[in-house]
């Protein structure tokens, strides 16, 4: 088992909500038409008979993996953002890890007095990709308790194309 590995979190001025909402049109038109794309190929395959006879392709496994709303297009290549509402902790309540291929976010808040004691705690565990790399994970908590965690993603090898195969003749 390889050794935990603690990540630093950074604070900013930014708040996740301004930002967040401002896309939501889009984001929302582009989920549409990608669902509107899944429904044609799945008519299409039901034309052609073919759905019940064989399960889902690695192709189709990965296009749909890689356009989950946790994978981002950036100028550097696909990356994993993950978010999580830790507004009611401080910062230093808050632990953000890795152990093996898994992100751990745990945050802990406590406090007493004569007349109340209060506890809360959060906890979210995320197994990652394979292939990401744990040193290259970032994070950051905006002023709004948002804690937004990435990570870049490999590169995808592309599909080669057509290959002919040769016929041995005996």
């Known amino acids: ?13 930014h708040s996740i909500l301004d930002n967040e909402f401002s896309n939501v049109r889009e984001r929302f038109d582009q989920e549409m ?25 690695s192709q189709a496994r990965t296009y749909f993996d890689l356009n989950s709303p946790l994978i981002q297009e ?5 990356e994993i953002k993950l978010r ?9 309540e808050i632990v953000v890890k890795t152990v093996d291929n898994k992100l751990f976010v745990h945050a802990k808040h406590e406090e007493k007095s004569e007349t109340k004691s209060v506890f ?4 979210r565990d995320f197994m990652l990709p394979k292939g990401v790399s744990p040193e290259r994970i970032t994070s950051s908590l ?13 590169a995808i090898e592309e599909a080669r194309g057509e290959k002919m195969i040769p016929i041995a003749h005996h």
Not at 74 to 78: F, H, Q, S, V
Not at 143 to 154: E, M, Q, S, W, Y
């Open 84 to 92: 999580f509402d830790v507004s009611n902790y401080a910062p230093e």
């Open 33 to 57: 038409r990608w669902m509107e794309d899944e429904m044609e190929r799945f008519r299409t395959q039901l034309r052609d008979h073919d759905v019940f006879s064989k399960g889902p392709t």
């Open 142 to 154: 905006s002023r709004d308790g948002v804690l937004t965690i990435t990570a870049p993603l490999p």
């Open 74 to 78: 950036t100028a550097n290549g696909r």
């Open 120 to 123: 809360r705690e959060y906890k």
């Open 1 to 13: 088992m390889a050794p935990e590995r603690r990540l630093h979190i950074s604070r900013t001025e």
